[in-house]
C-alpha cells in the first residue's frame, strides 16, 4: 500500500521567506499527486497536481511543486510567502489508476509579519 | 453556488446516540467519498461511492454506514456514537476518467460527549 510523509510537521516563517515543503511517498508505479490546503475552520482545497508531463507544475496564489521520480519526492515551493498562507498543506498520493487518494500528514504554516 | 455542500456544518450529541450527515455535489461527478480528519489533523478515507455503488469500504466499524441515494448525493449515518468518532468528517466528490481530482465540502464537525 502506498504511504506519503511530509517530515515537516510545523514551519514558522517571516512574510516574504522562500518556503519548501517536503513531500515523499513510496510506490513504485505511476502516481497521480496533489498538494492541498486547508486554510483556518475551512475545507481542503487542491493548489496543483501533477498527472505527468513537466515535472515542474504551477498551481494557485504562486505555489509550484516539482515532481522528481528518483527520489519519489513532490516538494511544494513558494519563493514568498504571505500571512495569508497561514494553514495547514497536504500532501496526497492516487497510485495509478485506482481512486484511494492517500494523505500525508500535513504540515502546519504559519507566516509571521 | 457551492459545489460540494455538507449538513450540518456543527453536530453535538451523546455518546450512544444515532446520527447523519449529508453530503451533495452538483459537479455532476459520478464518484464521492467520506473522509474523517481526527484531532491531528490527519485524514483518513472511509468510503467512496460510484454511481451509487461502494466501492472502497476502508477498515471502518459497522456503526458506520454510509449512503448514496442517486450519484450526487452521499449520506453518512452513524449508530452508537463514541466518544472515539469526534472528528471532522469531509465529503468530496471527483470525476473519474475526467479531472480525477477530488472536491471537498465544507466538513461536519462531530463532537460526541
Known amino acids: 500500500a502506498q504511504s506519503v510523509s511530509q517530515h515537516n510537521h510545523h514551519v514558522i516563517l517571516s512574510e516574504a521567506a522562500s518556503l519548501e515543503l517536503g513531500c515523499n511517498y513510496s510506490?513504485?508505479?505511476?502516481?497521480?499527486l496533489f498538494w492541498y490546503v486547508q486554510y483556518p475552520g475551512q475545507h481542503l482545497q487542491l493548489l496543483l497536481k501533477?498527472?505527468?508531463?513537466?515535472?515542474l507544475v504551477k498551481g494557485i496564489k504562486g505555489f509550484e511543486a516539482e515532481f522528481i521520480k528518483s527520489k519519489f519526492s513532490f516538494n511544494l515551493r513558494k519563493p514568498s510567502v504571505q500571512w495569508s498562507d497561514t494553514a495547514e498543506y497536504f500532501c496526497?498520493?492516487?497510485?495509478?489508476?485506482?481512486?484511494?487518494?492517500?494523505f500525508g500528514t500535513g504540515t502546519q504554516l504559519k507566516v509571521e509579519l | 453556488d457551492t459545489a460540494v455542500s455538507q449538513t450540518p456544518k456543527y453536530l453535538v450529541t451523546q455518546m450512544g446516540n444515532d446520527k447523519s450527515i449529508k453530503c451533495e455535489q452538483n459537479?455532476?461527478?459520478?464518484?464521492m467519498y467520506w473522509y474523517k480528519q481526527d484531532s491531528k489533523k490527519f485524514l483518513k478515507i472511509m468510503f467512496s461511492?460510484?454511481?451509487?455503488?461502494?466501492?472502497i469500504n476502508e477498515t471502518v466499524p459497522n456503526r458506520f454506514s454510509p449512503k448514496s441515494p442517486d450519484k450526487a448525493h452521499l449520506n453518512l449515518h452513524i449508530n452508537s456514537l463514541e466518544l472515539g468518532d469526534s472528528a471532522v468528517y469531509f465529503c468530496?466528490?471527483?470525476?473519474?476518467?475526467?479531472?480525477?481530482?477530488?472536491?471537498f465540502g465544507p466538513g461536519t464537525r462531530l463532537t460526541v460527549l
Open positions: 501533477y498527472f505527468s508531463g513537466d515535472p
Open positions: 468530496a466528490s471527483e470525476d473519474r476518467g475526467g479531472t480525477d481530482t477530488q472536491y
Open positions: 496526497a498520493v492516487k497510485t495509478g489508476g485506482g481512486n484511494k487518494l492517500t
Open positions: 459537479l455532476g461527478h459520478d464518484t
Open positions: 461511492y460510484n454511481n451509487k455503488e461502494l466501492i
Open positions: 510506490y513504485g508505479g505511476t502516481v497521480n
